[in-house]
Each structure stands twice: as C-alpha cells, then as structure tokens.
C-alpha cells in the first residue's frame, strides 16, 4: 500500500460491511483486533532519519510527506484508533465474562481489584476466584434467569485509583453491588462513596474497622479478627487452658488481637507482651512470659516473627503449646522455626486445606482449578464466594432489582455453607464469616495441614 | 523486682548474643567508612544478600563452610559491581550525596531481593546446633557463642589491619583526604574498590553468621543499617573496638529494657539513652576513629 492512498477510505472499507456492529460470531475483541490489523499495512512511523539516512528509526515523518498528505492521513489514523477505542471500552474493557446470552437483562457486579502491583497475586487470585463463579452461575442458568456480568478495575494497589474507578462504576445505574476492594485501606478509601451512592461493598478484608464504622453498605467477605479471637477463645476453653501468656506484635493487627484476646470471658492472659513487627528476637518477652508461668501461649502477629518465637521458645525450653491466628499461615514461619521441637506443638487457623477439603469446598475449588490452572488459595475462595453471595441476595428479589435490593437480600442471607467461610449477615452484623469457617491447622514438613483439636 | 533478678542472667545473655549480631553489622559498616569514606547505608542489604546467598546454596546441597564462602565472596562481588557502576562515576560526590546514592542502592537491593527470593523469610542451620547451653536456669545456644567469637576476632584483625599494614595505612588515609592521599601516591580508584569488595565481604559473612538466629527476609536490611548504624555511633564511628562495644551495648539496652519495662516501651529506652550518650560524648563512647588516629 503506498503512502498516498487515503488512510479513511481503508477504514471505512473494513467498518462499512458490517454498518458498525460486528458479524455474527466474531467476538467484539477479536473484531477490534483484524481493524487494527488492517491499519497496520504502511510502516508510516519508519521514515528515513535525515542524520543517518540508512537507519529507519521512529520518528515523526515530516521529512518525505507533504503537510496535506500527513494530515488526511492523521485524520484517517485518529478516526480508526477512535473506532477500535470504542470497540474497546465496550466490549472488552475490564474482563467482562458474560455468559450464554440469555434473553433477560444481566445483573452487574463491579469489582476493583489490586491486579497490578507489588502485591498483585491477591487481587488475581481473587479475580479468578470470582470469575470461575460467575461462569459457573450463568452456566447453570443465572439468577433467575439473569446472568451475572462481572466487570473488573484494577486499582495498581493505589487507593486514588479505587477511588476513581469507584466513581465511573457509580454513575453506572447498572451496577448493583461493588466486590473490593483487595486492600482494606482502599476499601475504608471508598467507603464514604459507597454510603453516598447506596452500592452495597462485599469486601475480602480482615481489617476489623470496615465493618464497624457504621456504614452500613459495607458487607465482610472474608473472617474478621474478633471472629479469629472467638475460635481461639472455644480451643482454650475446650483443652482448658487457664494461663495463657500472650505475645503480639505492636501494629493494628496484633493490637487488636491483644485488646480482643484480654478481653474475652473465655481466656484468662497472665502477662502479654509486645514486639515490633520487624522483630529478630523474641527472647527478651518469652522470658517474662515465662515467669508468669503460663499454661499455653498465643503468638499473635501478622510478621514473620513468630517462627523466630516457635524457635525461641525452644531454647528457653519451655514446652507449652502454641496457638496463632489465620496471619500466620505462611510458610515463611515453619522455616524460620527450623524444625524445632515446639513446632509440633503449634496450631495456628486457616480456612482451606487442599489435601482435605471440605464438603462446602469441593465445587468451587475444581470450577477455580479448571479455569486458572492452579490449586485455588484463600482469596481465589474469597472472590468465589463474593460472586455466589451477590447471586444468594438477588434470588428470592424482583427482575428489575435496585442496589438497595442488594443490601436487603445480603441482609437476609444466613449460614450460607461457602467456600473461604460460612456467612451470617443481619440488619447490624456484617462481618459474615462466622467461627466455623475456619479449621485449626499444624505444620507437616515445610506446609500446613489440618490438625484434630 | 523479683523477676529481674530470677531472669536477669536470661537478658545478659540475649542482650549479649543480639548485640554480638549488632556489633558485626556496625563493623562491617566501620570497614567500609575507614577504607572507602562512604557512609553505606546499603550495609544492612549486604548482610540480608549474605544470608540469602548462603541459603541458595545450601538448597543446592553445598556443605554449609562453602556455602559461607560462596555468601562471603559473592557479596563482596556484588559489592565491587556496585561500587564500579555507581560510587566511582562520582569521585567528587559529597557525603550527602553519596548517602543518598547508597540509601538508593539499598532500596534497589531490596526489591531485587523480593523478586529474586520472594517475600518469605529464609534460614539456615545453625553451626553448632543441639541443646542450649543452660546455666543457672538461663539458656544461650553454642552458635551465640560463636558469633561473639567471630565478632571478636574480626575486631582484633581490623583493628591490627589498619593499623599494622601498607594498605590499611592507604585506605586509612584516602577515607581521610582523598587528594592528599592521592598526593603521596596511593591509587585511589583500587582503594575505594578494595574496600567496597572487603566491606562487602564482612557483610556477607554477618549475613551468614545471624540468619541462623533472625532468618532472613527481602525487608530486614533495613533493621539491620539502622541497629548496624546506631552501635557504630555509639562506640565511635570508624573505631572498630567502639562497633563492638557499641553493639554490645545496644543489645543489652534493647534486652533489658524489654525485660524490665512495661510492655511497648520496649522501644524507647535505647535510643533515649543513645541520645544522651551522644549529647555527652558527640565521638561516641571511644570517639570517632580514636584508636587509628
């Protein structure tokens, strides 16, 4: 193709056909893809360098075209990226995963996830957690008949980004109900938003104040700490335990763990101690817990730290049993604790065992499997049952539901058996996952596994 | 009051063992100030590259004195590279400068660090493992021991390095006055690699030597650059009997503190002592380089 050829006439060649709406069977992407393909004939952005007239490099062609040739062509250039843009934005922005089409209207349910960033698998792993669902949903028929159409952002782990994409998806009259966002800052961030514009928030945090600022549009997919302390509190009280020593790390999580845990009827603390997060040693504290001699100990800390104390303890030859909330579930600690002797006394929560999954996670667990290609974690379950409790809250509702709708249903949902927890939501609890969603683990070789308590 | 007495033998020992950690970071820091005139505050990245080497090579089945070695010289080779592409473009860099450009480093050390070994911490074997040692019903573990040990004896080799050799004697006077150096003929470009590499290496092998008692993880450079930096202050930086006892000391403020105080204020009592220790001896407890100069 040369240069003089009209850039215009050759878009309209490809768009006119079809009179601006794809052929049947071509998925608008790909559609927008063979556009693109086509505009890519001349390679307009090679033209010769004037310094070195061998070398072809990018730059601007002003040096072989006449003004007017150059400016039909922009003309025609712009006027094509537009209509692909368009394409773009409505067909495959985000990652809409519409189902079979189905002749009533699809139920819209945004999310805004982390999928970029230092932190990003947790966001991935949730967003394919909820993607599997809702093709899982729309495959067996939708809500009602209505399919789930799931519409992901990616926030770059910013809060101002969650913030901006919260805005777009509140103007959107679509849009039902928000899952997100995959930091519990974002979430407090967007928040007040929510409140205003009425969209019920299911959110995959444990941060323990989103749930209990008084705004009621925030629903908890995911256990909240005060809910950790409760099945911590039913162990101590099923062994008896009576002198529990505490150690906890000095940042929010580990002080709100300390200020649940000393004030639960169930458990008895004789001393607490604190240590920063970055801690190397915790020998210092495990000597004055030690003196106040304790019946087991609670190492409660969201840091590396508590292999070091595992390890520590040993040394100080204290042989006490050692209990840790879901934070510790990395393998991280069963490594820093060097295979020492408490190691097999240590119990610490989780939620998903895949050596020994629960009835209430077999389904999912295979749909993720299939769909993403690895054995799902704790958020791939989260973002799983996000979707099915969007879908649990609009069953019993009317076809044309509004976001209030949402909430009232989400507010009517209870023992729901999911994946990543069992869910309770009433009119003033929405924390969700109650005490049996989690199970009591222990460390075999270098993973964890589920232990009989 | 009672349980301070019962346990105070407990928190001599920590203390002692933790700042046997300290004093090897601060020395490793005191190297690279004598011989190179850069305050490094990548240090604390070497020590964590140190450990983490070690634990590589140990996955890779390599007996743990080679994987020491591998620990020790690859550091010091990272160490070198990084002074040949950064520090020596800049012969007239000014100590901020060169601060900032380390405080750079460490920030870029430490998120290769997370790409290449993940966030999860690590850890190796102890040298001497077994049971601890326990006397008077406190307990210190044999590899404790050996850290004071090693502490102690690479003290005593700088301290005898700078003092007793043709090229410590150089390093010492480029990190003085680079030009008059210069002047009487030593070869500054060599100088500055040399102790970079050195430096490195004394890294490296801190590394090595406390992954076994803090493991390692991508972020705890930092804690140790800053703990590494604040015992070097205390004894005197650039005085290699000050690191140690510096970090001596800090480890048995922390401990004790920790062990005697209401729990959270754990934090605070050093660096308050560290302050007034400062405002009334401003070199450090042995002055800034005494023992050289």
Same mark, same amino acid.
Not at chain 1, 41 to 45: E, K, V
Not at chain 1, 326 to 330: D, M, Q, T, V
């Given at each position: 193709m040369s240069l003089a050829a009209n850039p215009v006439q050759q878009v309209v060649a490809v768009v006119e056909p079809v009179g601006g709406c794809r052929p049947a069977g071509v998925h608008e992407c790909e559609f927008a893809l063979s556009i693109l393909t086509t505009l890519r =004939? !001349? !390679?307009? $952005?090679y033209a010769k360098s004037d310094r070195d007239p061998s070398a072809r490099v990018l730059q601007w062609p002003r040096f072989h075209w006449k003004e007017q040739e150059v400016e039909r062509f922009l003309v025609g250039r712009m006027s094509a990226l537009l209509l692909v843009l368009g394409f773009v934005l409505a067909g495959c922005g985000g990652a809409s995963s519409s189902g079979a089409p189905t002749a009533k209207s699809p139920f819209k349910l945004a999310a805004i996830l982390t999928l970029t960033g230092a932190s990003a698998i947790f966001g991935q792993y949730e967003r394919d957690g909820a993607q599997a669902a809702a093709a899982a949903i729309n495959k067996a028929g939708g809500i009602n008949g209505h399919p789930v159409e799931l519409v992901v952002e990616d926030d770059a782990q910013n809060p101002n980004n969650a913030v901006l994409a919260f805005s777009r998806f509140a103007t959107d009259d679509s849009v039902l109900a928000l899952f997100g966002d995959t930091f519990g800052s974002a979430t407090l961030a967007i928040a007040p938003l929510a409140q205003k514009a009425g969209i019920p928030i299911l959110a995959p945090n444990a941060t323990y104040s989103i749930t209990h600022v008084g705004n009621p549009y925030i629903f908890r997919v995911a256990v909240a700490e005060n809910v950790e302390v409760d099945a911590l509190a039913q162990l101590v009280k099923k062994r008896g335990y009576k002198r529990i020593g505490l150690l906890y790390s000095t940042d929010a999580y580990g002080q709100q763990g300390h200020d649940l845990i000393t004030t639960s009827p169930l458990i008895n603390v004789v001393d607490s101690e604190s240590f920063a997060l970055a801690a190397t040693d915790l020998t210092a504290q495990l000597t004055r817990v030690k003196s106040a001699n304790p019946d087991a100990l609670v190492l409660w800390d969201s840091g590396p730290a508590v292999g070091i104390g595992i390890k520590d303890a040993t040394q100080l030859g204290m042989d006490l049993p050692i209990f840790s909330g $879901? @934070? =510790?579930? @990395?393998p991280g600690n069963i490594a820093a604790a060097n295979g020492v002797a408490e190691l097999n006394k240590w119990l610490l929560l989780g939620l998903l065992d895949p050596k020994n999954l629960l009835p209430r996670q077999k389904v999912g667990f295979e749909a993720i499997k299939s769909s993403s290609g690895y054995d799902p974690t704790l958020n791939s379950a989260i973002g799983w049952d996000a979707v099915y409790l969007f879908a649990q809250a609009l069953m019993k509702g009317a076809d044309n539901p509004t976001r209030q709708d949402v909430s009232n249903g989400l507010e009517k949902v209870t023992n729901y058996q999911g994946m990543g927890g069992v869910y309770t939501y009433t009119k003033n609890g929405h924390d969700g996952a109650n005490p049996d969603s989690m199970i009591w683990l222990k460390a075999e070789g270098d993973t964890f596994t589920t232990a009989a308590v | 009051v009672t349980v301070i007495a019962n346990e105070s033998l407990q928190f001599l020992f920590t203390g002692l063992a933790i700042g046997s950690i300290y004093a090897l970071v601060a020395l490793s820091f005191t190297f690279i100030f004598n011989a190179g005139g850069v305050v490094n505050f990548a240090q604390g990245e070497f020590v964590m590259l140190g450990g983490f080497f070690a634990v590589t090579l140990t996955t890779w089945q390599v007996p743990l004195w080679l994987a020491a070695a591998g620990a020790v010289m690859g550091v010091g080779l990272v160490a070198g590279v990084i002074y040949m592409t950064t520090i020596r473009r800049l012969p007239n860099a000014s100590t901020f400068t060169l601060i900032m450009i380390t405080l750079g480093l460490a920030i870029v050390i430490h998120t290769i660090a997370q790409l290449v070994w993940g966030t999860q911490a690590k850890t190796l074997p102890e040298l001497r493992g077994g049971e601890p040692f326990r006397i008077a019903g406190a307990s210190i573990t044999a590899h404790a021991i050996l850290v004071m040990a090693v502490s102690a004896t690479l003290m005593v080799m700088l301290y005898l390095f700078f003092k007793r050799t043709r090229a410590g004697q150089a390093m010492l006077a480029y990190s003085d006055n680079r030009e008059g150096a210069a002047l009487v003929g030593v070869n500054a470009k060599r100088v500055g690699l040399a102790a970079f590499i050195l430096g490195g290496a004394v890294g490296g092998l801190a590394g090595f030597l406390v992954t076994p008692i803090t493991t390692v993880n991508y972020l705890i450079g930092l804690t140790f650059t800053l703990k590494g930096f604040s015992a070097a202050v205390l004894g005197g930086f650039g005085n290699a009997g000050g690191a140690v006892a510096g970090g001596l000391l800090l480890g048995l403020l922390e401990t004790f503190s920790t062990g005697i105080l209401p729990s959270g204020y754990e934090g605070l009592v050093p660096l308050t002592i560290l302050v007034l220790i400062l405002m009334v001896r401003p070199g450090g407890i042995f002055g800034s380089r005494a023992l050289f100069n």
């Open positions: =004939a !001349p !390679p307009i $952005l $879901l @934070s =510790a579930n @990395s | -």
